[in-house]
């Protein structure tokens, strides 16, 4: 049985993904914001453990995880949590900045920090969930984007630095995708919002799943996942 962190647990991408470890009896502990969400995803995923730390605050994860159990052993972690504000350079305040910096780039590079050792043991898999936006950046997109960017840099790094250990990074590069997030997006777009023009998270946590399962002998560096519609 092997045991996956994954963040992100508990809508869109990353709750397909936690429904699909779960149903094949897989052992997931499930990244939460605080004690309140933690108790929402283990009623969800009944079996699971979760961990509590605020993603927008990495410099405080390794206090909250100093009162907390960390898993022994731990084959994936996936980092699929994120989040978006959009707006012109000109407009954004560093708030808006050192939220998504934080939520989308520092907290994952400190919960990989984390669990590297766990990681090295198993000879694991760090999955991170980027965006078309960690690819190529457009008007309205530039801290959203600057944090995705940084995300790949940080896979890239790591995978060099790992590959001897044994332990496998994959950066998986979704399109638009049926999710809160999107409506988030399409808000701040002051567009209309239609879930059957963008891509079901299902569909995304299975290519997320194919390179999680591929076997020893390769490993998914980078997947692009585009709207087939």
């Known amino acids: 049985m092997a045991t996956h962190v994954i963040t992100g647990a508990g809508s869109g991408i990353g709750a397909a993904v936690a429904r699909r470890l779960h149903a094949r009896g897989d052992d997931l502990v499930l990244h939460a914001r605080d004690a309140g969400r933690a108790k929402e995803l283990a009623k969800e995923f009944p079996g699971a453990r979760t961990l509590v730390g605020d993603l927008a605050d990495p410099a405080k994860l390794s206090w909250a995880f100093s009162h907390q159990t960390l898993p022994d052993r731990v084959d994936t972690l996936l980092h699929v949590a994120g989040v978006v504000d959009l707006g012109p350079v000109g407009d954004l305040t560093p708030k808006a900045w050192h939220h998504q910096l934080n939520v989308n780039l ?104 194919t390179a999680i399962d591929l076997p020893r002998d390769a490993e998914i560096n980078d997947l692009t996942v585009r709207p087939g519609r």
């Open 106 to 209: 520092v907290a994952p590079a400190e919960l990989t920090r984390h669990f590297l050792p766990q990681l090295r043991t198993t000879k694991g898999h760090v999955v991170f969930v980027n965006s078309g936006a960690g690819l190529n950046a457009h008007a309205d997109w530039s801290a959203y984007a600057a944090s995705k960017h940084g995300l790949k840099a940080l896979a890239d790094s790591l995978r060099h630095e790992e590959h001897a250990n044994g332990v496998r990074v994959t950066s998986v590069y979704p399109g638009r995708t049926a999710s809160p997030m999107q409506v988030k997006v399409h808000q701040q777009e002051g567009k209309e919002y239609d879930p059957a023009r963008w891509i079901d998270p299902e569909s995304v946590a299975t290519a997320i799943l």
